[in-house]
């Protein structure tokens, strides 16, 4: 049994085998080890909906064990992985291999089926049999589904099972092999530019779609001041929509392109400043639901190549320091708030454990030094890939250590 002094509230929490038994003040119940964590913030294990761990497949790259590492360095206990591997992750084998792999992990991982097989967009999968294999949801990401009665189709079906689709909102016509947004940096770097109509006519397409059928669904990695005024008017007019976005759309701009590193590279791209503020309000008021990351890693030779590089960063480890940085220390966020987002709302949509500390609930525990200044150094990452777009930032807060079922799976306190 552990107890732990919960600095936010001061709270002590009992954990027993992998469960939360009591929180409370003074708690006098006998425990073999007491962990006093005066000073720092306790969090619920935060919960990443939108991960790609490259497993199976691609694992130089990244693998199951490395990624979860990397997960359990920043305070992560929960991740979604994307369907987007070798073979897709579109039969009960395959979800059985990830499931099997991540039994001894240092964090959770819940597999995301693909919306069609092989990710080809021509034959949707076998929705029943992937939920009853153990999907928490389903996604073609990494690209988008092109044909419109397929994905409502999808989107049918997976509401009966109760979960639902997470679209990539991207026109692959209008990107028309684009590599970064489409502006004033595209035009002086003299490369081919991602238009933004290429998000936002797919997120209106995703909208009509719930619209209709009253059917949910989820929009990933929001970067677009567009997306997000479509989003928030859907959410007023009641349709099942959620949304997510990550650190770097609300923190930087295309600018850090113009340094040419493929590593500032990822789709959907940096967008202008008047987005990312559009994505700061909309985590604010509430229309975006979830801080993710879109966890994505490359090997350091694929990225060598600004304009070949394939697109995408690792953001595990950096994710809660990031926000913290941008957004509680701004005043911006509450640290409930943060916890709602990164945490609370990711297992909610999903329909998994997590977010919560109570009686009863997986002890799934991020021990946060909310005060700790440190700077992003890419070789003393726990990724395997180092493709991380805050190298050399300096952020305010740090988790320190990560109970993932009730075992210490990371921990600085005794360093």
Not at 281 to 305: F, M, N, Q, S, Y
Not at 381 to 406: A, D, E
Request: net charge negative; with cysteine; glycine share 8%.
């Amino acid at each position: 049994m552990i107890v732990a002094d919960h600095s936010v509230e001061q709270k002590d929490i009992l954990i027993e085998d992998q469960e939360i038994i009591k929180v409370g003040k003074g708690l006098s119940d006998p425990a073999d080890k007491v962990i006093d964590l005066h000073g720092l913030a306790v969090f619920p294990g935060l919960v990443d909906m939108h991960v790609h761990l490259r497993d199976p497949g691609l694992t130089y790259k990244s693998d199951i064990y490395t990624g979860c590492c990397a997960a359990a360095a920043g305070g992560v206990t929960s991740v979604a992985c994307m369907p987007n591997t070798k073979p897709a992750i579109d039969s009960p084998e395959t979800i059985q291999y990830i499931v099997d792999k991540a039994s001894t992990a240092k964090a959770r991982v819940y597999p995301i089926a693909s919306v069609t097989k092989g990710l080809e967009g021509s034959e949707l999968v076998d929705f029943a049999a992937l939920k009853e294999a153990g999907a928490v949801a389903f996604s073609d990401d990494g690209r988008p589904v092109e044909n419109a009665a397929y994905l409502q189709r999808a989107m049918e079906a997976a509401d009966k099972l109760g979960t639902r689709v997470i679209s990539h909102c991207e026109d692959l016509a209008i990107i028309d092999g684009g590599i970064i947004n489409k502006g004033q940096v595209s035009e002086q770097l003299g490369v081919k530019g991602m238009d933004r109509t290429s998000e936002d006519s797919i997120t209106a397409r995703e909208i009509a779609i719930a619209a209709a059928t009253h059917t949910p669904i989820h929009i990933a990695h929001v970067s677009t001041r567009g997306s997000v005024a479509l989003i928030r008017d859907a959410k007023r007019r009641g349709v099942r929509v959620t949304a997510e976005t990550c650190p770097h759309y609300f923190i930087l701009t295309e600018e850090q392109l113009l340094k040419k590193d493929a590593d500032y590279r990822m789709n959907p791209p940096l967008r202008e400043e008047k987005d990312r503020q559009a994505i700061v309000e909309g985590i604010i008021d509430g229309t975006i639901d979830c801080i993710v990351t879109d966890h994505a890693p490359h090997a350091p030779k694929e990225k060598l190549d600004f304009e070949t590089a394939p697109n995408g960063v690792i953001g595990l480890e950096t994710s809660m320091a990031a926000t913290l940085t941008s957004l509680y220390h701004t005043g911006r966020l509450t640290l409930e708030r943060i916890a709602q987002l990164m945490s609370g709302n990711p297992a909610r949509i999903l329909g998994i454990p997590g977010g919560q500390i109570a009686p009863g609930r997986d002890a799934d525990i991020a021990v946060v030094n909310l005060h700790h200044k440190w700077t992003v150094d890419p070789d003393k990452l726990h990724s395997k890939s180092k493709n991380t777009v805050f190298k050399g930032m300096t952020f305010t807060g740090k988790p320190v250590m990560t109970i993932c079922r009730g075992e210490i799976v990371y921990n600085e306190l005794d360093q």
